[in-house]
């Protein structure tokens, strides 16, 4: 089955403890993406990837690290997390460029 | 302003309505249009991408006026299925095509 793939789904953790929310996908994609969502601001990017090695910023960048070393394989890292990015954060992918967009099923990240 | 924006809603309708939403956007320059679907705690599923010309799917049709900088969804024959989050999707111009804009969406109940 195609799918995007995120985990941990759900997490609680303390300011500064470091995180990784690992996305994978098995549809050969070349575009990923990271988004979180919170009330009442819809979906916000925060990095996306065009191909293997290739990582560019979104609109809400800071306090997030990514990486894509695989083309299925795309991990937000946080190296110190904060209370406000508590939040939901999906990750998507298109076969090419931000176009229809398959999201995994979401990770709910609580930061104490 | 934000970029993009749509009226939050709620819009309750009974089974057998017709609704429309609309989402405008401040780019007039912004190249491609999208509604997804976003059910409750789900991930966003496509809905539609929206064509220069409108473009219909079963009782959905999607509507894009670039002089008035907004684009439409009509939901014809409202079903208790339909119930949901409406997302609106932008793409912003000299991005590459990689970055996505988000309304906050619209939601619509609808009841039997």
């Known amino acids: 089955e195609a799918q995007v793939t995120q985990n941990p789904r759900y997490l609680i953790t303390v300011t500064g403890k470091k995180l990784t929310v690992t996305c994978s996908q098995n549809?050969?994609?070349?575009?990923m993406s990271w988004y979180r969502q919170d009330p009442g601001l819809g979906l916000r990017q925060i990095y996306y990837?065009?191909?293997?090695?290739?990582?560019d910023k979104g609109d809400v960048p800071e306090g997030y690290k990514v990486s894509r070393k695989e083309k299925r394989n795309f991990p937000l890292i946080l190296e110190s997390p904060s209370p406000n990015q508590t939040s939901l954060y999906f990750c998507?992918?298109?076969?090419?460029?931000?176009?229809?967009?398959?999201f995994g099923a979401g990770s709910r990240l609580t930061v104490l | 302003r934000k970029e993009v924006e749509q009226d939050p809603g709620p819009f309750n309708v009974p089974e057998g309505a017709t609704v429309a939403f609309n989402c405008t956007y401040s780019?007039?320059?912004?190249?491609?249009f999208f509604w997804y679907r976003q059910d409750c705690r789900k991930e966003p599923k496509l809905l539609m991408s929206?064509?220069?010309s409108g473009n219909e799917d079963g009782r959905f049709t999607a509507q894009l006026n670039r002089a008035s900088q907004y684009i439409s969804l009509l939901i014809r024959d409202s079903k208790l299925s339909d119930s949901a989050t409406y997302l609106c999707?932008?793409?912003?111009?000299?991005?590459?095509?990689?970055?996505?804009?988000f309304g906050a969406g619209t939601r619509l109940f609808v009841k039997a």
């Open positions: 998507a992918s298109s076969r090419s460029g931000a176009n229809v967009l398959t």
């Open positions: 549809m050969n994609h070349e575009y």
């Open positions: 990837s065009m191909n293997v090695e290739v990582t």
């Open positions: 780019n007039s320059a912004s190249q491609s």
């Open positions: 929206v064509y220069s």
């Open positions: 999707v932008v793409r912003p111009p000299n991005t590459g095509g990689f970055k996505t804009i």
